[in-house]
């Protein structure tokens, strides 16, 4: 683990019960692109520990717990909150994230806790406070859901 659980809730604007990440694994800050043009975008690993204790459960089909598609787009854009705020520190120190779009989004497997998901958010452009990233979601090797989101840091 790189980022515990108390570093990782005390950055993230989110908090319980709204706070969907409990830690970080890996981060890599980027830089100059590789030698043959590769991109060397900004990348998050982080861990949600979804019990399915959590209270949406009790209305998301009671009985048949299913993390609900909407928490999942959330759980990446918190994931690319916290790479932009350690990897941009600078720049974004007193903002939060103003969610701003969703693309090509694909649910490609049900989550169903109890499960740790692994998520993986890359970011692929930043200009002045708009942000874009990529996102991904597993359980296990197994891809739960994936999607490009945008973000301003206001």
Same mark, same amino acid.
């Given at each position: 683990?790189? &980022?515990?659980?108390?570093?990782?809730?005390? $950055?993230?604007?989110?908090?319980?019960?709204?706070?969907?990440?409990?830690?970080?694994?890996?981060?890599?800050?980027?830089?100059?692109?590789? +030698?043959?043009?590769?991109?060397?975008?900004?990348?998050? %690993? +982080?861990?949600?520990?979804?019990?399915?204790?959590?209270? #949406?459960?009790?209305?998301?089909?009671? @009985?048949?717990?299913?993390?609900? @598609?909407? $928490?999942?787009?959330?759980?990446?854009?918190?994931?690319? %909150?916290?790479?932009?705020?350690?990897?941009? =520190?600078?720049?974004?120190?007193? =903002?939060?994230? +103003? #969610?701003?779009? !969703?693309?090509?989004? *694909?649910? *490609?497997?049900?989550?169903?806790?109890?499960?740790?998901?692994?998520?993986?958010?890359?970011?692929?452009?930043? *200009? *002045?406070?708009?942000?874009? &990233?990529?996102?991904?979601? &597993?359980?296990?090797?197994?891809? !739960?859901?994936?999607?490009? #989101?945008?973000?301003?840091? !206001?």
């Amino acid at each position: 683990m790189l &980022y515990d659980s108390e570093f990782v809730h005390n $950055l993230l604007p989110q908090k319980a019960p709204f706070a969907f990440v409990d830690e970080i694994i890996d981060l890599q800050e980027g830089g100059e692109p590789a +030698a043959d043009g590769t991109p060397n975008n900004p990348k998050i %690993t +982080a861990v949600w520990h979804l019990s399915g204790k959590e209270k #949406f459960f009790d209305g998301h089909f009671p @009985g048949n717990p299913v993390l609900p @598609g909407v $928490l999942q787009i959330e759980a990446m854009a918190q994931a690319a %909150t916290l790479l932009t705020m350690i990897v941009k =520190k600078d720049q974004v120190a007193g =903002k939060r994230p +103003a #969610f701003a779009g !969703v693309e090509n989004c *694909r649910f *490609r497997a049900a989550a169903i806790p109890p499960v740790d998901l692994t998520l993986k958010a890359e970011m692929t452009m930043c *200009r *002045r406070s708009i942000y874009k &990233y990529s996102g991904k979601i &597993y359980q296990g090797e197994t891809l !739960v859901c994936e999607a490009d #989101f945008s973000a301003v840091m !206001v």
